[in-house]
Every structure is written in structure tokens, then in C-alpha cells.
């Protein structure tokens, strides 16, 4: 639902890079995206591709590499993938976990020239 | 062709101005907590109810994010210092305000003459969890006919969260709502959080609600 704003700091940020390698063309980036994030990737490239127009990252391809949530037991330190909406220890079935990872939201790189 | 390492946070531009609005906040010693929740749990209502219970102690000030209308900066005009309306349906994203709706409501305010900003978050529990503002504290309300299932279905604004809120509870009688359970749930997620359980029909519980906004803002005001 926020993904205008999103897709407006994808190219700037990426022009930014692009003007800094002296680059003439962008042609792929490479996001990476955690499940938990409340993104949704298509759209994101549904808005990259219109704000995109007449700028060097016109065309470019967004290449989304999505991050599974990995959660850690703060009982007995399991590090686990949640299989369900209910996050409990696959070990000791405690229900108090933090987010180890899938809350990213960042460019990683990406392929010019 | 050629590959270049970025590594740089899509949301950087959005923590960047928070950052900002934090530290102008803080130069003029204001509190602000960002209130979150979804459409109808109570956020209004507990605005109006902390105003009359602190508005001889603090001069507190209103923003009101809503995706269309003013009816809810109207129900708080006359009990608040000042109020902006943020109306977010004009702006590229409506689902959540962001800490640049933040940073232009902040220039519309006396800010010499506040000590306690509430913001009233769009009602959503996604968009928000996202978009830090330059809060000091971020508190989610859940009401009883929500049902008790919403911290496992949205955990990550409950992750967040340094309070949440539980409204209405004077429906707890009519209503199948496992407090417990509730409470289970988001303490797993987030063991720090503090849980208030009010209703701001009746007013029970709100005075407590009350009691840690002072000693948040008392807190705040010594640390700096």
C-alpha cells in the first residue's frame, strides 16, 4: 500500500549510485526483501516502471530476492522458521521469540553500464 | 556491464527525517508518541480522554492523520493547545503518515509553547509499522471486538510497540476476547512492552494510561 514512496527511493537511491559510477544505463537491481516486510514486489515495479520514464533506469529490470523469517527462541536460544501464524519453539514450545531476520528492505546492488 | 555493491536501506529516507524530527522535538523538550491502530479500536477516544485528564498539567498538542476528512481534529479542538490535520488520501501514500507529514505538521505548531505531541497514526496496522516519524514512544490500541488473534496476524507493529492498549474493555462481557491469550502473545513478541487495559467509554483504567505518560514525559525531560 506504501509501495509509491518505496519505488521513488529505489530510484533515487539507484540514480544516485548510477550517477557515481558514471553510469549510462541502468539495467538490473537487486533488492532484497524480508517475508515479514509488508512489500509487495510486483507493485513496487509497477510504480519503478512509470516514475522510471526518461531517467537512465528506464527499463530496468528489479530483481527481488526474498528472505525468509527466521525467528529466535528467547527461551532456549532455537533458532527456527516460523511454519505457521503461531510463532512457537519447535523445541520447547515457548511462545516468546524475537525476529532474527525478514524484516529487510534494502538495495543490494545492482548492474549497470 | 558492470556490478556495483549498494547496500543502503530503502526506508533511509524516511529514518532520516525522523531522525530529524526527533532531535527538533527534543530541542524543545516536546514528548510525542505515536498512536497506531486499526480503523474504530479507539485511537480518537483516547486522545480526547488524555486531553481532559492532562490538560492542566501538560500543554498537549494534536496531529491527526486520517486518508480524508477533519471530523476527528474537530472533536479534539477545544481541548487541545493546537491541532494539524493531516489528510494523507492528498498524498502519494495514504496508508500511513511518514516522518515528512511529520516534519511540515511540526512547522504549523507553537512548539515553544508544547510539552506533549499524540499523533494519531492512520488506521492500519501494516503501513505504520514501517515509517518511524521521530516519536518518542510508539503505542498500538487493540479493542475487544477485534478479537485477541491481531498480534499474531500483524506481529510486527505489536514488535515494535513500547505500549499497546487494550480499549473497550467494558465489552468484555459480550464479547469473546481471551485477555490472556492476548497478553501472551504480544509479551512473547516484545517482553518489554507495557499493557494498559482501559476503557475509554467509561474511563476506567485511563488514569493509569495517564500516570506513564507523565513519567514518560518527566523521564524524557531528565535524560536530556
Redesign the interface.
Do not use: D
Given at each position: 500500500?506504501?509501495e509509491?514512496?518505496?519505488s521513488?527511493?529505489?530510484i533515487?537511491?539507484a540514480l544516485a549510485?548510477?550517477g557515481e559510477?558514471q553510469?549510462n544505463k541502468v539495467?538490473q537491481i537487486n533488492?532484497i526483501v524480508g517475508e515479514?516486510?509488508?512489500f509487495v514486489p510486483d507493485c513496487i515495479q509497477f510504480y519503478f516502471d512509470a516514475l522510471s520514464k526518461e531517467t537512465i533506469a528506464q527499463g530496468a529490470v528489479l530483481h527481488f530476492e526474498s528472505v525468509p523469517a527466521q525467528l529466535r527462541c528467547?527461551g532456549c536460544s532455537t533458532i527456527f522458521q516460523p511454519q505457521d501464524?503461531?510463532?512457537a519453539c519447535p523445541e520447547c514450545k515457548?511462545?516468546?521469540?524475537?525476529?532474527s531476520k525478514g524484516?529487510e528492505?534494502?538495495?543490494?546492488?545492482?548492474?549497470?553500464? | 556491464?558492470?556490478?556495483?555493491?549498494?547496500?543502503?536501506?530503502?526506508?533511509?529516507?524516511?529514518e532520516t527525517i525522523a531522525n530529524r524530527n526527533q532531535q527538533l522535538l527534543d530541542r524543545h523538550k516536546i514528548f510525542t508518541i505515536n498512536i497506531m491502530s486499526a480503523p474504530g479500536a479507539g485511537k480518537t477516544s483516547l486522545i480526547l480522554q488524555t486531553l481532559t485528564r492532562l490538560k492542566n498539567r501538560l500543554n498537549v498538542a494534536v496531529i491527526e492523520g486520517d486518508v480524508a476528512s477533519t471530523v476527528d481534529a474537530e472533536k479534539v479542538q477545544g481541548e487541545a493547545k493546537a491541532v494539524v490535520q493531516i489528510n494523507t488520501g492528498k498524498m502519494?501514500?495514504?496508508?500511513?503518515l511518514?516522518a515528512a507529514m511529520i516534519e511540515s505538521a511540526l512547522k504549523d505548531m507553537p512548539l515553544e509553547n508544547i510539552d506533549l505531541i499524540l499523533i494519531e497514526n492512520v488506521g492500519?496496522l501494516?503501513?505504520p509499522?514501517?515509517?518511524a516519524l521521530g516519536e518518542h514512544k510508539r503505542v498500538v490500541i487493540s479493542s475487544l471486538p477485534e478479537g485477541d488473534d491481531k498480534p499474531?496476524?500483524y506481529?510486527?507493529i505489536f514488535?515494535d510497540a513500547d505500549a499497546v492498549i487494550i480499549n473497550k474493555m467494558d465489552l468484555l462481557p459480550y464479547v469473546d476476547f481471551d485477555i490472556a491469550a492476548f497478553r501472551?502473545?504480544i509479551?512473547?513478541?516484545n517482553?518489554e512492552v507495557k499493557v494498559f487495559q482501559l476503557s475509554c467509554k467509561t474511563g476506567e483504567g485511563v488514569e493509569r494510561w495517564c500516570s506513564w505518560i507523565l513519567e514518560q514525559v518527566e523521564t524524557n525531560a531528565t535524560k536530556r
Open positions: 500500500m506504501h509509491l514512496g518505496v521513488e527511493n529505489i533515487n537511491i549510485k548510477a559510477a553510469a539495467i533488492l515479514l516486510s509488508g528467547r501464524t503461531v510463532w515457548g511462545q516468546s521469540v524475537e525476529i524484516r528492505l534494502y538495495i543490494e546492488s545492482m548492474e549497470v553500464e | 556491464m558492470k556490478r556495483i555493491e549498494v547496500i543502503q536501506n530503502v526506508l533511509e529516507a524516511n502519494p501514500e495514504s496508508c500511513s511518514m492500519n501494516i503501513c509499522a514501517e515509517f499474531i496476524k506481529p510486527l514488535v501472551r502473545s509479551t512473547g513478541l517482553p
